[in-house]
């Protein structure tokens, strides 16, 4: 158990996937949670019967994440309504996935804003609100680390781009107590990369331990971050990806 009772989070793009793994693993070690979604009210409405269902508040924000108005007004309502903030989970992302010459000017923006823009943007929103314990914790991906094939440019550019705003926040923040790192997951069961879709074997070929990951794996590793056993692990990027980059 990693206790968070009494701590506020947000988690971004926290209707589906991964971050709604995280939003409910968060929300069973004791906090109120928060989330932003994009479209899919009901996915999102449903995350948060879930949440509710376990004694805590939860909110759901419509937010685009390339929106950064809409990311820091997700950010000061969450502070609003729920009475504080601790733990911030920037988890809204986009695959982009083709030949790099292809990619046009509108998807590089996009996929930047998302990626990149949006956790600087909510960060910086989080930061007035976030005490001593305080957690960022970012969402990445183990192609920000190692390239296997062509296709990901844009999205490995993206990722990897977390790994040093995280070492940089790490240094900036610290002496405020909060810690900052990023969460780099492999191949993970969900529905936008199910773990028996058309190039699951090959993805599964890549790793040490022959498998995908699901969703609350990496939530579990969320969890312990947000929680007080990893109040002395910050600037970190840790990878939960079956040994997919070992």
């Known amino acids: 158990m990693y206790d968070l009772s009494g701590r506020v989070a947000l988690v971004t793009g926290g ?4 971050g709604a793994a995280i939003a409910v693993r968060l929300a069973g070690e004791g906090a109120d949670v928060a989330l932003t979604y994009r479209e899919g009210r009901d996915s999102a409405e449903k995350v948060v019967r879930e949440i509710e269902g376990l004694g805590r508040r939860s909110l759901a924000l419509q937010a685009d994440s390339a929106d950064p108005a809409a990311v820091r007004t997700a950010v000061d309502r969450t502070a609003a309504e729920l009475g504080r903030l601790d ?3 920037n988890n809204a992302g986009v695959f982009p996935y ?3 010459e292809e990619v046009g000017l509108e998807e590089l923006d996009r996929t930047v804003a998302i990626h990149v823009r949006a956790a600087f943007v909510a960060a910086q929103a989080a ?3 976030l005490g001593e314990g305080g957690r960022i914790i970012s969402i990445g991906s183990n192609l920000a680390e190692r390239v296997p094939h062509d296709g990901i440019a844009l ?3 993206t990722k990897s781009a977390l790994t040093g705003l995280t070492r940089a926040l ?3 923040l610290g002496p405020r107590g909060i810690t900052v790192n990023v ?4 191949s993970t069961d969900t529905d936008m990369n199910p773990a028996d879709g058309p190039s699951a074997d090959d993805q599964r070929s890549l790793t040490a331990l022959g498998r995908f990951q699901t969703a609350d794996d990496v939530a579990a590793t969320v969890a312990h ?3 007080p056993g990893g109040r002395t692990i910050t600037g970190a990027a840790l990878l939960v990806d079956s040994g997919a980059n070992a």
Do not use: K, Q
Request: net charge positive.
């Open 225 to 227: 971050l947000a929680g």
């Open 127 to 129: 930061s007035p609100h």
């Open 170 to 172: 790490a240094r900036e």
């Open 98 to 100: 083709g030949p790099f």
């Open 87 to 89: 733990v911030l989970v």
């Open 15 to 18: 209707s589906r996937g991964i």
């Open 183 to 186: 969460v780099h997951p492999g």
């Open 155 to 157: 999205y490995s550019m």
